[in-house]
């Protein structure tokens, strides 16, 4: 079982519509969770990091942590042609020392 | 958050050669990560380089193979020793800022020949 699942992909979504993205982690004492987004050829910039069940909102962007599941959701409203990206989940141990990164979802924006 | 440089953005290297790759951060900062995306694929956690103390490997990662070094708190390095094919990776440096968050500079991207 891996660490971190994620689907891989791709998803397709239109322009202006909600991107669902979902996340499953196998350590029950994980602790920290975050969201990348990764363009092609380009490196992974944290879009969201989020700490305690629950819903936290940035903008467009919302995480949603449910530990008692072991499921972390990010959902992009809006979603434009430029969220058109890699996603990666990650997510720490019980120490906080070691990120663990899902394989990625595809996620492409139709105009 | 810290901005962030690697040297060199890429290379072609030879078989059983070795290649350093450098980290430079515009701040201190404690913990500072080195990862491995291989074509398609997720980042792999290879080491954890903390200033003051010796790199912690994870497993299926060798301090022969991946030499760190962590001098200051605001530099390291990486360096791939003896390369194979298999080697050819994008080696990336992150560093954690604020409570747990990790940020990352743009990458090495190595090809072995």
């Known amino acids: 079982q891996k660490e971190v699942e994620q689907n891989s992909g791709p998803l397709s979504v239109p322009e202006g519509a909600i991107a669902s993205l979902n996340c499953t982690y196998s350590d029950r004492g994980s602790q920290s969770f975050f969201w990348y987004r990764q363009y092609s050829g380009k490196s992974p910039e944290l879009i969201m990091s989020?700490?305690?069940?629950g819903d936290k909102e940035d903008g467009r962007f919302t995480a949603q942590l449910n530990k008692a599941s072991q499921y972390v959701s990010l959902l992009i409203r809006d979603s434009q042609p430029s969220d058109s990206a890699t996603y990666l989940c990650?997510?720490?141990?019980?120490?906080?020392?070691?990120?663990?990164f899902g394989a990625g979802t595809r996620l492409t924006v139709k105009p | 958050s810290a901005v962030i440089s690697q040297k060199p953005s890429r290379d072609i290297c030879q078989r059983g050669t070795s290649l350093t790759i450098q980290c430079q951060v515009d701040s201190q900062v404690t913990m500072m990560f080195w990862y491995r995306q291989q074509p398609g694929q997720s980042l792999t956690l290879i080491a954890t380089?903390?200033?003051?103390?010796?790199?912690?490997?994870e497993s299926g990662f060798v301090i022969d193979k991946f030499p760190i070094s962590r001098p200051n708190l605001t530099f390291s390095t990486l360096t791939v020793s003896n390369m194979s094919p298999e080697d050819s990776s994008i080696y990336l440096c992150?560093?954690?800022?604020?409570?747990?968050?990790?940020?990352f500079g743009p990458g090495t991207r190595l090809t072995v020949t």
């Open positions: 380089a903390n200033q003051g103390s010796e790199a912690t490997y």
């Open positions: 992150s560093v954690r800022q604020g409570r747990y968050e990790q940020y």
């Open positions: 990650a997510v720490t141990g019980y120490n906080n020392n070691d990120m663990r």
């Open positions: 989020i700490y305690s069940n």
